[in-house]
Each structure stands twice: as structure tokens, then as C-alpha cells.
């Protein structure tokens, strides 16, 4: 294992290179992953960003190293346009919605534990709130005013990016420089206190009526956004980790500016290694709610929506997510999530029917395992690659698709390397489950699709053939097709 694990490559967003991971402890990672905003159902691009860190997550765990993932929870500070205007995101839904804050905050926490656990994503080993961290915040933004590149006007605090900019580079990650982002900003006519518009929020003085306030030195206020993940991600991992990961949309500003925040502060870029997940997309446009080009996670694992033309499982929608790279744009779309069932459903009949073998050939096989598991590994070295490693596992699928015809055959050393890799990638590192409602050899199912079959019999025989067709149909929808023979009916899941 231990040559398996010095070949791991991992793309920096800082190089814009894949590099050979090492891990600043021996044996240890510590990975931070900037967490949702909790004001809203968390929508599917964000499930994807999520789930693509719980592949890194497992995929390192079963290298061996240990982990301490830590995953925040944004209950405070995220302004409406990510920059510093406009009202606090939570505050502006408690208003709408006529809520305390802290019953958004809890509202849509739980939405989102309930998204992730239904997905199978593993639970980060720490996952701290910003409104726990306020005091934390407070001493890093004391810091950089005692560096001089903090500066307080009117009980607000912001960072002052051409002071560090001096003798920093405000842009290693983003690629953006100072001059650019100059010409490209738009004059804020006085509206705010800030010495240039491109510095940044580290603490906003509160309105009176506002409800998320404490105390600070500055004001009575709340934190800016940025300073949150820096005050966090060190405090449980130190001046320095090695993985700091989000969606690519946080690569600017907030990932450009926690590097600048922990350069003042720790001398650090925070992080080894910045990794950033692409976005998802919608019937080859970008989702969003006012177009209507928009589902939610719910409208596909149950509820339905209009862009579908039926539900699917989560572990389908997973998979379906983990066939393009996380680098990639993936773009959603009816077919795309059809082919991927089909896919998916391909690999467990596959599973089954390897857990069911009962004859194996003496000693040889048909199928090199050991170079195919190396495949498996390789693949996710490269980057956790799970399309070339989804690509691999369709390799195998095949061999025993031809072992069940009884055209090859396997060796009992073979048969238990080829089980067990093929679990340890399916189930542990891409976290896919085999048991969903729609899994055939469910008895429960089974029993209740029996009784559906023999109402609809009973249809056919009285000749009441729209009420028949109509069962049929309704089935066919939700991935059940009925196969009728002239006396009874049987089913197959698709
Ligand atoms: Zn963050």
C-alpha cells in the first residue's frame, strides 16, 4: 500500500498543476472544506461539490491516512453579493420569512444533514459553526490591524489589499492581479468607508435593529465572510494543512482572500494543496431559479419536476455525478440521468451475481485481476479520477457478465481479490449503496408489487384494459416495467 500512496497526485489550484501529495504530518491529512450557507435548501451543485470532497475523504481514509476533515456551517457574515453589500443572507431570509435567524439557521442545517446522509456522504470529523467562532474571529482581526493592513473606520474593519499586496501577491490563486481588478471594478460613489473598493470586510458594524450582533472592540457587529474559514480551519488544523477544498466559485473572493488573511496572520497560504470542485449545470446551461432551469434534490429522488420524466435514486444521481471528473463541468440533463441507471444498475447486478458464484475454476482465469486492480488505484491517483475508475469497474462488469454465461471462468484466489476490490471502490471509496427502494430482492417490494400485479390482473380479466394500462403506465414512470405473458404478469426494474 505504502507505493500506492506516494504516487497520489493531487491538482493544485495554486500551481494550476497535478503534484505528488505529501501530507505535512507522516500518515496524517488535514482537509478543510468551506461548507454551505444555511438559508436555503442546498441546491445540486452543491451536493456535488460536497460529494466530491467525500470521495477525496474516503479515498484517503482507505489509503490509510488518518483524517481530521472539518467542514463548516456559514450561520452568519455571507452578504448577498459575496462581496461586502447588501444584507446578511440569513438575516434577509428571517425577515422574508418572518424567523429568528437562529430558526433559518437550524431550518436549513437540518435540510442539509438530511441531503447528505440520503447521498451516503460521509460526516466530517469537526464541523463548526461561524457563530461559535466569534471570539476566534475578533483575535485574528486584532492581528492583522496590529500588522497594519487591518484599518477601522466607523466600527467596520476591513483589509487593506494594497498594503498587503506590497510584499504579498493578492491573486496566487485566483490569477487575478491588483491592476485588472482595479480597471474592472465598478465605483462605489462614496457608499462605503472602505480606502479602496477591493479591500475587503473583516468586521461590519450592525444597523440597530439587526439581531446577529456582538461585541467587538470595533462595534457591535458581526464578522465578515472570509475571516470565518480562516479563524476555523486554523484552529482545528493548524498554521499550516494540506487540503483546503470548495466549489470553483469560491475560488474568488473568499479563497484569495482567506490565503491573504492567513499570510497576515500565520505566514502561511493556509494550505498545501487548494481544490476546487466544478459546477453542474442544467441542460447545458447554468441552474438558477428565476429561468426556472432548476431542480432541487428532492425533485429528483421523489417529488418529481417537470425537466424529468421520472425520479431517481440517490445512489443513481451519485453515480451519475461521480462519472465525470470533479474538475469537469457535468451538465444534468433526463438522458444523461437514464443512461447513468442503467449504468449504475449494471455494476450491482454484477455485485450480486459475483456475491452469488458458487463454482470457480482450479487455478486459472480468464481476466488478470491484480493488473486490473492496479487500474483502480492508478485511476484514483490520478487526481481521483472516477469516470477511468467507473470505466475500470465496467471492465470487470463485463468479465463477469461472461463468467454467469459460462464463457470464463476465475480462480478462487482471483474470485475473493476481484470481490473485495470491487466492494472497496464501490461501496467505501465512491460511497454508493446497493440498497435503495428500487432494488429487486427487497421482499418488501417484491410483496407489494405482487399485489399491485394481481389488481391489475384482475382488470385485465374483467377487459377493464384503461385501468390496466393505466397501472402499467404509472409503474413504467417510477423505473418498474410489467411483462406480460398470456396468464400472468412479472416485473423487472430498470
Ligand atoms: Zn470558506
Not at 461539490?49 to 463548516?72: A, C, E, P
Not at 482450479?362 to 492508478?378: A, L, M, N, Q, R
Request: charged share 25%.
Amino acid at each position: 500500500m505504502q507505493s500506492v500512496v506516494k504516487n497520489l497526485k493531487i491538482y493544485n489550484s495554486i500551481s494550476g498543476k497535478k503534484e505528488i501529495f505529501s501530507s505535512v504530518i507522516d500518515n496524517h491529512v488535514g482537509m478543510y472544506v468551506c461548507g454551505p450557507t444555511v438559508y436555503s435548501n442546498v441546491h445540486l451543485g452543491n451536493l456535488r461539490t460536497f460529494t466530491s470532497f467525500d470521495i477525496i475523504y474516503r479515498y484517503l481514509t482507505h489509503l490509510g491516512y488518518k483524517v481530521r476533515y472539518v467542514r463548516n456551517i456559514t450561520d452568519v457574515g455571507h452578504l448577498e453579493n459575496d462581496e461586502d453589500q447588501g444584507e446578511d443572507r440569513i438575516s434577509k431570509k428571517a425577515r422574508l420569512e418572518n424567523l429568528e435567524p437562529m430558526e433559518v439557521v437550524q431550518k436549513y442545517t437540518y435540510d442539509f444533514h438530511e441531503t447528505v446522509r440520503k447521498f451516503n456522504l460521509l460526516p466530517p470529523s469537526i464541523e463548526p459553526t461561524a457563530t461559535g467562532h466569534i471570539l476566534d474571529q475578533i483575535k485574528l482581526i486584532k492581528k492583522i490591524i496590529d500588522e497594519g493592513i487591518g484599518y477601522e473606520v466607523n466600527g467596520s474593519v476591513y483589509f487593506d489589499v494594497f498594503e498587503y499586496n506590497k510584499s504579498n501577491n493578492y491573486g496566487i490563486l485566483s490569477k487575478r492581479n491588483l491592476e485588472d481588478l482595479i480597471h474592472n471594478t465598478r465605483s462605489l460613489d462614496g457608499q462605503s468607508d472602505k480606502k479602496n473598493p477591493q479591500d475587503f470586510a473583516l468586521w461590519k458594524k450592525a444597523e440597530p435593529k439587526h439581531i446577529m450582533k456582538w461585541d467587538s472592540p470595533w462595534s457591535e457587529g458581526f464578522p465578515g465572510w472570509h475571516i470565518e474559514c480562516t479563524a476555523m480551519s486554523n484552529k482545528y488544523l493548524g498554521d499550516i494543512f494540506d487540503i483546503h477544498g470548495g466549489g470553483i466559485d469560491l475560488k474568488f473572493p473568499h479563497h484569495e482572500c482567506e490565503i491573504a488573511q492567513s499570510n497576515v496572520c500565520f505566514g502561511t497560504n493556509a494550505a498545501n494543496y487548494w481544490v476546487h470542485a466544478n459546477m453542474l449545470t442544467l441542460n447545458g446551461q447554468k441552474m438558477s431559479k428565476s429561468t426556472e432551469n432548476n431542480i432541487l434534490p428532492d425533485e429528483i429522488f421523489s417529488s418529481g419536476s417537470p425537466l424529468l420524466s421520472k425520479t431517481f435514486s440517490e445512489p443513481t444521481v451519485k453515480f451519475f455525478m461521480l462519472q465525470a471528473h470533479y474538475r469537469s463541468i457535468l451538465d444534468l440533463s433526463d438522458n444523461a440521468l437514464l443512461a447513468s441507471e442503467k449504468g449504475f444498475n449494471k455494476i450491482i447486478d454484477a455485485i450480486n451475481m459475483l456475491e452469488n458464484l458458487k463454482s470457480y475454476s482450479d487455478k486459472t482465469s480468464d481476466f488478470d485481476v491484480e493488473k486490473w486492480i492496479k487500474g483502480c488505484y492508478d485511476a484514483m491517483n490520478d487526481d481521483f479520477n472516477t469516470p477511468i475508475l467507473i470505466a475500470n469497474i465496467f471492465e470487470a462488469v463485463k468479465f463477469i457478465n461472461k463468467i454467469k454465461a459460462g464463457s470464463a471462468k476465475i480462480s478462487e484466489k482471483d474470485y475473493k481479490m476481484l470481490s473485495e476490490t470491487m466492494d472497496s471502490f464501490v461501496f467505501d471509496v465512491m460511497g454508493l449503496k446497493k440498497t435503495n427502494a428500487l432494488q429487486k430482492g427487497n421482499d418488501k417490494l417484491d410483496d407489494v408489487i405482487d399485489i399491485i400485479l394481481e389488481l391489475r390482473n384482475d382488470a385485465r380479466k374483467n377487459k377493464d384494459f384503461s385501468l390496466s394500462d393505466k397501472i402499467r403506465d404509472m409503474l413504467n414512470k417510477k423505473g418498474i416495467s410489467i411483462n406480460d405473458s398470456d396468464k400472468n404478469s412479472s416485473y423487472t426494474i430498470d
